[in-house]
């Protein structure tokens, strides 16, 4: 099923724009891995840095994909890299151990902006979180869809739940400042309740 999220129109060849920001600290290694990884794909700086604002958590790494969320980020563009961004998650994440490590995934179409974000998540969690986030993209489009919404969005926030194991709380605002949450009983868009 072809994604209902508009893409960007990139040349023939030109990789999409992607960012890192970490809050906190990598290590050397994982710093170079992260950067070697995405440049692959796309086309990156080198990781920044800021100081971490969360104390329950040692790390928290940003990636930043100006490229819609669809199916074709991880069959077209990420591919095989896909897999080994999310080992390389898995291993920052196990080598903070109890300070913990937390990931935001951001995607960036001209319309919409997608972010997910874990919490400190164990590396079993943080892999099914992973997982999970490359295969609802066709979900994520049906929920996306105009006729799902009164008003158009463009920003839409989901956290992950470690109970239920699954992305859950999926908010959305609009250009005004209206803010949604998505009602799964009536498969909608509903106004929050402030």
Known sequence: MPSLIPSQPLATGEKPLAEVVVEGELSPFE???????????????????????????????????????????????????WRDLKELFKQITYRRGRAGAAFTLTFVAPEIRLIFKSGPLGEKELGSALDQIGHLTAIVAQMLRPDKMDKPIEKVETTYDKRSDRWHEFQASSSAGEKYVFDETLARWVPAVK
């Open 31 to 81: 710093h170079e891995a992260l950067y070697r990884l995405l440049r692959k794909s796309f086309k990156v700086e080198q990781p920044s840095y800021r100081e971490l604002s969360d104390e329950d958590l040692a790390a928290r790494v940003n990636v930043v994909f100006h490229y819609p969320y669809s199916r074709t980020i991880f069959t077209d563009v990420l591919q095989e890299n």
